[in-house]
């Protein structure tokens, strides 16, 4: 192709005013449009986990460090940063903070492999999907399915589903962000403190002689708990003993006199 | 060159037969085979490829209504400049195109954080995906009237959603049961053949 500069003008002129003209509209719109962002939002963001996990109540960490710069809450909302990483953000932002009390999450159901299937089940791998069909494949309805939809919700690699079929949580990794409490579909997880008070770990509402049939540990609902308590802190819903964690003492009573060792001290 | 006249800016015939076969019979990602990096890349998770749809449709529909009147009124030899430079037709494209997604990407942050947060993060991805200029170049190609040039870039994103919704739900669901086959390129690629199976046996049967 011979160089025809009859096009070539024309070509240049046009293609370097159409370049200039949406480029001057950039800059424009880019003053024009411009937000400002803090400088130490940005420092804050750097420091934060960068999880996402929402723990904060807020939908990620950028949003979270947003809100603490701007004064709306302090720092320790985040359950995800370790006691360093809070040292560091105090330093950044000036002030004092002492790391909350870390949290874990309790398994209120002790079933697992100790407790009787009703039927092999072949299906999507997800407690969500398993729930759905003809209630669980469990003998007890109100235990865990052990499918591990808390393990996929962990963003933190910190909870797996053990041999026993139940999932475990590995403290070390663990930071009380509560996914798991969230994702799990029979809402048999909780958060506790870790030095927290005592617990039942049996979700079960059925009747004492079924409970007894398909469960080694299951919650029967004898009531002899509720008649050792010293501080009368234990009642019976349906089948189940509730503590009010108001007026136990964690004195420990309960734990020894339970037959079927369904009351634990974490 | 074919284009010295320059069409009328409204369509004097029914530009709906148009509509749908940017939409099903020359679907972009099934048919063309246009847009394939967003389609393998991001049809792993519904959320993201609904928020990728969402910006195409957008980005094609408004770069269809930006380069015809820069192609008719600048390159074209009908133009007030009388020369024809529409070799230059893709670099211009790609030029107003990015700057464009540029523009709309500062006003939607300082507008809508929300939205920004939703979309804003697809619109880069977007600006010279070869979907969206080949629904520009096709329109210039096939001297489309304005009107339908408009209609066109609206179906072909449409067209490219729903492709993109149907094939995320399934590769989503299909990742979730553990179907390994499903993982990856080569998974991305069958299902892509599957869904492209159905609607070109569908459409060669059902005339439109």
Same mark, same amino acid.
């Given at each position: 192709?011979s160089?025809?500069?009859a096009?070539?003008?024309?070509?240049?002129?046009?293609?370097?005013?159409?370049?200039?003209?949406?480029?001057?509209?950039?800059v424009?719109?880019?003053k024009?449009?411009?937000?400002p962002?803090?400088p130490?939002?940005?420092?804050?963001?750097?420091?934060?986990p960068?999880?996402?996990c929402?723990?904060?109540?807020y939908?990620?960490?950028?949003?979270?460090?947003e809100?603490?710069?701007?004064?709306?809450?302090?720092?320790?909302?985040?359950t995800?940063?370790d006691?360093e990483?809070?040292e560091?953000?105090?330093?950044?932002?000036?002030?004092?903070?002492?790391?909350?009390?870390?949290?874990?999450?309790?398994?209120?159901?002790?079933g697992?492999?100790?407790?009787?299937?009703?039927?092999?089940?072949?299906?999507?791998?997800?407690?969500?999907?398993?729930?759905?069909?003809?209630?669980?494949?469990k003998?007890?309805s109100?235990?865990?399915i052990?499918?591990?939809?808390?393990?996929?919700a962990?963003?933190?690699?910190a909870?797996?589903?053990?041999?026993?079929g139940?999932?475990?949580?590995?403290?070390?990794?663990?930071?009380?962000?509560g996914?798991c409490v969230?994702?799990?579909?029979?809402?048999?997880?909780?958060?506790?403190?870790?030095?927290?008070?005592v617990?039942v770990?049996c979700?079960?509402h059925?009747?004492?002689?079924?409970v007894?049939?398909?469960?080694?540990?299951?919650?029967i609902?004898?009531?002899?708990?509720?008649?050792?308590c010293?501080?009368?802190?234990?009642?019976?819903d349906?089948?189940?003993a509730?503590?009010?964690?108001?007026?136990c003492?964690q004195?420990?009573?309960?734990?020894?006199?339970?037959?079927?060792?369904?009351?634990v001290?974490l | 060159?074919?284009?010295v006249?320059?069409?009328?800016?409204?369509?004097?015939e029914?530009?709906?037969?148009?509509f749908v076969?940017?939409?099903?019979t020359?679907?972009?990602?099934l048919?063309?085979f246009?847009?394939?990096?967003s389609? @393998?890349g =991001?049809?792993?998770?519904?959320d993201?490829?609904? &928020?990728? *749809?969402?910006a195409?449709? %957008?980005?094609m529909?408004?770069?269809?209504?930006?380069?015809?009147?820069?192609?008719?009124y600048?390159l074209?030899?009908?133009?007030?400049?009388?020369?024809?430079l529409?070799?230059l037709k893709?670099?211009?494209?790609?030029?107003?195109?990015?700057?464009?997604?540029?523009?709309v990407?500062?006003?939607?942050?300082?507008f809508?954080?929300?939205?920004?947060?939703?979309l804003?993060?697809?619109?880069?991805?977007i600006?010279?995906n070869?979907?969206v200029l080949?629904v @520009?170049? =096709?329109?210039?190609?096939e001297?489309?009237?304005? &009107?339908? *040039?408009i209609m066109?870039? %609206?179906?072909a994103?449409?067209?490219?959603s729903?492709?993109m919704?149907?094939?995320?739900?399934?590769?989503?669901?299909?990742?979730m049961?553990?179907?390994?086959?499903?993982?990856?390129?080569?998974?991305?690629?069958?299902?892509?053949?599957m869904?492209?199976?159905?609607v070109v046996s569908?459409?060669?049967?059902?005339?439109?």
């Open positions: 192709m160089l025809d500069m096009l070539m003008l024309p070509a240049i002129a046009v293609l370097g005013a159409l370049g200039l003209a949406m480029a001057g509209m950039l424009w719109a880019s024009a449009f411009y937000v962002t803090d130490l939002v940005d420092a804050l963001i750097e420091l934060m960068g999880a996402n929402g723990a904060c109540g939908p990620g960490c950028a949003d979270c460090a809100h603490i710069v701007a004064g709306d809450v302090t720092p320790d909302v985040c995800s940063c006691a990483t809070f560091l953000i105090g330093e950044l932002l000036g002030i004092d903070i002492s790391a909350a009390e870390p949290t874990y999450p309790v398994i209120l159901c002790q697992g492999t100790n407790c009787k299937d009703r039927y092999d089940y072949i299906g999507a791998d997800t407690c969500r999907a398993a729930i759905l069909l003809a209630g669980t494949k003998a007890c109100y235990g865990c052990g499918l591990g939809d808390c393990v996929r962990c963003m933190f690699d909870i797996e589903i053990a041999d026993n139940l999932p475990r949580i590995k403290k070390y990794n663990c930071k009380g962000c996914a969230t994702a799990c579909p029979q809402q048999v997880l909780t958060i506790a403190k870790e030095h927290g008070p617990y770990v979700a079960s059925d009747k004492g002689k079924y007894k049939e398909v469960c080694e540990f299951g919650c609902g004898c009531g002899i708990c509720k008649k050792n010293p501080e009368g802190a234990i009642k019976l349906k089948a189940l509730v503590i009010d964690q108001e007026k003492t004195c420990g009573t309960c734990i020894d006199v339970c037959p079927r060792n369904a009351i001290k | 060159m074919t284009d006249l320059m069409p009328a800016l409204m369509p004097t029914n530009i709906f037969p148009l076969e940017a939409m099903f020359k679907n972009f990602l048919i063309m246009l847009g394939l990096c389609y @393998v =991001l049809t792993t998770n519904s993201t490829s609904k &928020g990728m *749809s969402m195409v449709t %957008f980005v529909t408004m770069s269809a209504i930006l380069t015809w009147p820069i192609y008719y600048l074209s030899p009908a133009s007030f400049l009388g020369k024809d529409t070799f893709t670099i211009c494209f790609i030029l107003v195109i990015a700057a464009f997604v540029q523009l990407e500062f006003i939607i942050r300082k809508s954080p929300p939205l920004y947060r939703s804003g993060i697809y619109l880069p991805l600006s010279t070869c979907a080949g @520009v170049l =096709l329109n210039v190609q001297g489309y009237t304005y &009107g339908a *040039s066109y870039a %609206f179906g994103g449409l067209g490219y729903w492709v919704l149907a094939t995320a739900a399934v590769r989503e669901k299909l990742i049961r553990g179907v390994n086959l499903f993982n990856g390129f080569i998974g991305a690629f069958f299902a892509a053949m869904v492209a199976l159905i569908y459409f060669s049967v059902v005339k439109l």
